[in-house]
């Protein structure tokens, strides 16, 4: 079910992914950079320095090509798709998916698209920092839209599990929205942190410790890093800047006016609990048939994700599909 | 200069100290919990059950008496050290200041008071959490108010220091404002980021990786303790709160308007590595004579600390005082 794989773009992620899935099937990829190039070369894999030759050649061997570059490079890199390999299978790995799918259906719109993103990723970049087990437990998004075919997902979500990966299948609006929470939102509050923290001066600075370390952690990460992902998620975004501003708005007028702050420390607290505890409720299902995407978005949207994946015997676009899935909420 | 110690109170950070001061000076104490004093007697040291007895111990020896146990428990035993021990040398380590000075000016007037806070902790408590490494390279607030009597604060900091804390200078007002704005809003910001993950919903939950994890960290502190510090801290963190509300809504209105959060990225990422940077600039300074209290918050509010005390030879109130100060502001 795993096709060949070829990799546009070579740093952390694409990197990473080359060097993880190379056990499993026939990989190559492209770079535009000289150095990753010669550095991925050195290390023994297959990489070019012309795009045209690597579409033609993901073109001749049907093989998934992963779009790991920046997003601000996708759209020449679809256009060249498009001349070159215009129904290719294609998936990215970018962290936002809406905006992501409008560029393909603009630039590339005879591709065969499945949008995913690992929710992976350390404090380093480039070729260098790569590392084969970088997806190993982590969640791997792939999106099943309305327009989504499942024997284009199929291979999206094989990669990812080769990889080490938990497939997460959600719609690409879906996607956006959770993220927009769990990981734009703790930036952009790390990085009011900081600042909030610096305007009491170096002796706050000098008494800060570990709340304050974790809280701000993330500011560390590059602007123009924080900004690609955050500006292309904007409707998302402000509906969670919203609800945090609500939420802090009211623990602000309940302690100037009460002094209480009875009621964001229970309910935060008990989120918190309910965040250690996520995933305690699953257990196994198996899913097949002629709706399995509804199946395997309400696996996704349930907190659930896909362990397996097997083609049925004697129907090449039929699959038998295992997932974990929360208990409580009985059978699909 | 390190008299005796009596620790009033036994938990976490009582129990740590008592281990981490006894291999410098005579400890003892007092717990109201039996299980408590059964295992620090265990352990091999002096805890009685009666907090007057320990008292009047106290005033016997000269002992320096730490209040160590949760704020709300001060009042009382302000009241019985005021008829017990009256003139006692009195500090406590709770993490507000302002608050607690009030509360011994109200119940023990004539203590020999000077209020600090040692900014160490884990998520655990009890006496069987304790280390005696806890304090070890953590800063530790000593307060210099209009008031305060250097003579009283010596053997403060003199603690601090034997335990392997740097020892922070600086007024009960001051230190309120800064940890408003580095433990107490970092607390209510985890607060707030849990609960708006948590209404993204299991997909959410399952997508959640590090930077939702460190943001939401200190929500696993019990409600109870975070009220403790937060709700006796009121002006200071209502401030802190209108400058996070200020920067989240100023971010919110960027992205919702021109869809750039160049401000805040920029802003919070430069903050977040000034406290990378903090203290990169210390040097050696040495601090002595008659305004000795005005040199020490100069020390405190630069971002600097005390590293080592002695007293002057023939002079039992004169001190020499070593210390580390930002080298860019020059002399003190």
């Known amino acids: 079910?795993?096709?060949?794989?070829?990799?546009?773009?070579?740093?952390?992620?694409?990197?990473?992914l080359m060097r993880?899935?190379?056990?499993?099937?026939?990989v190559f990829g492209w770079s535009r950079s000289d150095q990753t190039r010669q550095s991925?070369?050195?290390?023994?894999?297959?990489?070019?320095?012309?795009?045209?030759?690597?579409?033609?050649?993901?073109?001749d061997t049907d093989a998934l090509v992963v779009l790991a570059s920046p997003v601000p490079t996708f759209a020449p890199l679809l256009r060249t798709i498009n001349d070159v390999a215009p129904t290719?299978?294609?998936?990215?790995?970018?962290?936002?998916?809406?905006?992501?799918?409008?560029?393909?259906?603009?630039?590339?719109?005879?591709?065969?698209?499945?949008?995913s993103h690992p929710m992976a990723g350390t404090a380093h970049s480039g070729w260098r920092a790569g590392s084969p087990d970088l997806f190993r437990g982590a969640a791997w998004v792939t999106c099943i839209d309305e327009e989504t075919d499942i024997a284009d997902w199929l291979p999206v979500a094989a990669l990812a599990l080769a990889v080490g990966s938990r497939v997460v299948p959600c719609e690409s609006g879906?996607?956006?929205?959770?993220?927009?929470?769990?990981?734009?939102?703790?930036?952009?509050?790390?990085?009011?942190?900081?600042?909030?923290g610096e305007l009491g001066?170096?002796?706050?600075?000098s008494l800060a410790a570990?709340?304050?370390?974790?809280?701000?952690?993330?500011?560390?990460?590059?602007?123009?890093?924080?900004?690609?992902?955050?500006?292309?998620?904007?409707?998302?975004?402000?509906?969670a800047l919203d609800d945090a501003l609500g939420i802090i708005g009211v623990a602000r007028a309940s302690l100037a006016s009460t002094g209480s702050l009875v009621k964001i420390t229970e309910a935060g607290h008990a989120a918190r609990l309910a965040f250690d505890d996520r995933g305690s409720d699953l257990t196994a299902v198996e899913l097949t048939g002629q709706d399995l995407a509804e199946q395997l978005l309400a696996v996704g949207s349930a907190g659930g994700h896909?362990?397996?994946?097997?083609?049925?015997?004697?129907?090449?676009?039929?699959?038998?599909?295992?997932?974990?899935?929360?208990?409580?909420?009985?059978?699909?």
Chains 1, 2 share one sequence.
């Open 1 to 16: 079910m795993l096709p060949p794989v070829c990799i546009l773009g070579l740093g952390l992620i694409g990197g990473s």
């Open 20 to 26: 993880a899935a190379s056990t499993k099937t026939s």
């Open 40 to 59: 991925a070369l050195e290390d023994g894999f297959a990489v070019s320095a012309s795009l045209e030759e690597a579409l033609a050649k993901a073109a």
């Open 88 to 115: 290719v299978r294609l998936t990215d790995v970018a962290s936002v998916k809406s905006m992501v799918a409008d560029l393909v259906s603009q630039h590339a719109p005879h591709a065969r698209f499945v949008g």
């Open 174 to 196: 879906e996607h956006d929205r959770a993220v927009a929470r769990i990981s734009h939102l703790p930036h952009l509050l790390a990085l009011a942190l900081a600042q909030v």
């Open 201 to 205: 001066g170096p002796l706050a600075m």
């Open 210 to 239: 570990s709340s304050f370390a974790d809280g701000t952690r993330v500011a560390g990460t590059r602007p123009e890093l924080i900004r690609a992902f955050t500006e292309t998620n904007v409707p998302a975004l402000v509906d």
């Open 306 to 332: 896909v362990t397996h994946l097997t083609l049925k015997a004697g129907d090449p676009e039929g699959a038998l599909v295992r997932a974990l899935y929360p208990s409580l909420d009985g059978d699909l």
